[in-house]
């Protein structure tokens, strides 16, 4: 069983950063993508970023491009968000998923193929 725990949530200033983490328990973790979901107060969930599994490689919503940057580690099966230039519409849950590939490496950017999910870290942006 795939289990994801978040961590690195916070409260932070407009313009402030921080790094998440996703440490999956699942030893092959090299074959899953990841993805990272921002869940806004009423508001439904959306990806803001994926990394392939296998070398495979990045997407990202246009609110988070040139701002955010998704990365794996596979030896330590963490995969990390960096979060820059954060803005108060950054506020909400950040949620990991992961999506066991078979042949694929690509990831995608919608919730459905997604069966693994964590239970959130709380990013606040606020001054």
């Known amino acids: 069983q795939v289990q994801l725990v978040e961590s690195g949530g916070g409260l932070v200033h407009p313009g402030g950063s921080l790094r998440l983490a996703c440490a999956a328990s699942e030893f092959s973790f090299d074959f899953y993508a990841f993805a990272w979901f921002h869940q806004a107060p009423g508001k439904e969930r959306e990806a803001v970023t994926c990394?392939?599994?296998?070398?495979?490689?990045?997407l990202y919503s246009d609110a988070v491009k040139d701002r955010f940057i998704i990365t794996r580690d596979n030896n330590r099966k963490i995969v990390y968000l960096q979060m820059n230039s954060l803005k108060p519409g950054d506020t909400g849950v950040y949620f990991c998923?992961?999506?066991?590939?078979?042949?694929?490496?690509?990831?995608?950017?919608?919730?459905?193929?997604?069966?693994?999910w964590g239970q959130g870290t709380q990013v606040t942006v606020s001054s």
């Open positions: 990394i392939g599994s296998r070398g495979g490689e990045a």
């Open positions: 998923a992961a999506d066991r590939q078979f042949l694929s490496t690509s990831c995608s950017m919608t919730p459905a193929p997604y069966f693994h």
